[in-house]
């Protein structure tokens, strides 16, 4: 059987569509330190205030905070006019590397576990997926924290939700 190029694409999509598709806990990280970037100096801004400007739950945008601040790329300062700010690390953080981390440099096809796959110890595909998977990240590595809060993103952020605490 000849396989259409829509057929090829949708077992593609089935395959291995997690390749480039992001964890929703890795979006809204992003989503958070782009929050953060367009902040003057001082400025800091709350969790509730980046999860309500973000359109996103409270308790999700918490979890993605807690882990940005565990990897040194936002601080918390205490205190009633206390919130969050990006750090110079932070900022200056290739993409690639940040959402390496955050999805914990998982593989694209999932080979061992319950059922592991027979070829799992010598597969070229295994390797082939792999390869692509490193160029992906390199490829963002080219992109700052900084670079994403550009025009015309950076303007729109400093249009959304509540105003900076403190
Ligand atoms: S070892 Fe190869 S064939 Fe087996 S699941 Fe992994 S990528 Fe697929």
């Not at 996103?56 to 918390?76: D, F, N, R, S």
């Not at 792999?130 to 249009?159: C, I, N, W």
Request: glycine share 8%.
């Amino acid at each position: 059987m000849r396989i259409t190029p829509s057929k090829c694409e949708s077992q593609m999509q089935e395959c291995y569509g997690d390749l480039v598709r992001l964890t929703r806990y890795t979006d809204l990280a992003l989503r958070a330190v782009m929050r953060l970037a367009v902040l003057d100096g001082d400025q800091l801004v709350t969790t509730r205030q980046i999860a309500e400007s973000m359109n996103v739950p409270y308790t999700h945008m918490t979890k993605a905070v807690a882990e940005l601040q565990h990897l040194g790329v936002i601080e918390a300062r205490r205190g009633r006019n206390g919130g969050l700010s990006l750090t110079a690390a932070g900022r200056d953080t290739g993409v690639g590397e940040l959402i390496r981390t955050l999805e914990n440099d998982r593989e694209v096809v999932v080979c061992e576990g319950d059922t592991p796959c027979p070829l799992s110890g010598a597969c070229r595909l295994r390797n082939a997926l792999r390869q692509a998977q490193m160029a992906f990240y390199a490829s963002l590595d080219t992109v700052t924290v900084a670079d994403l809060v550009k025009s015309p993103t950076g303007p729109v952020l400093l249009t959304l939700g509540a105003a900076p605490a403190g």
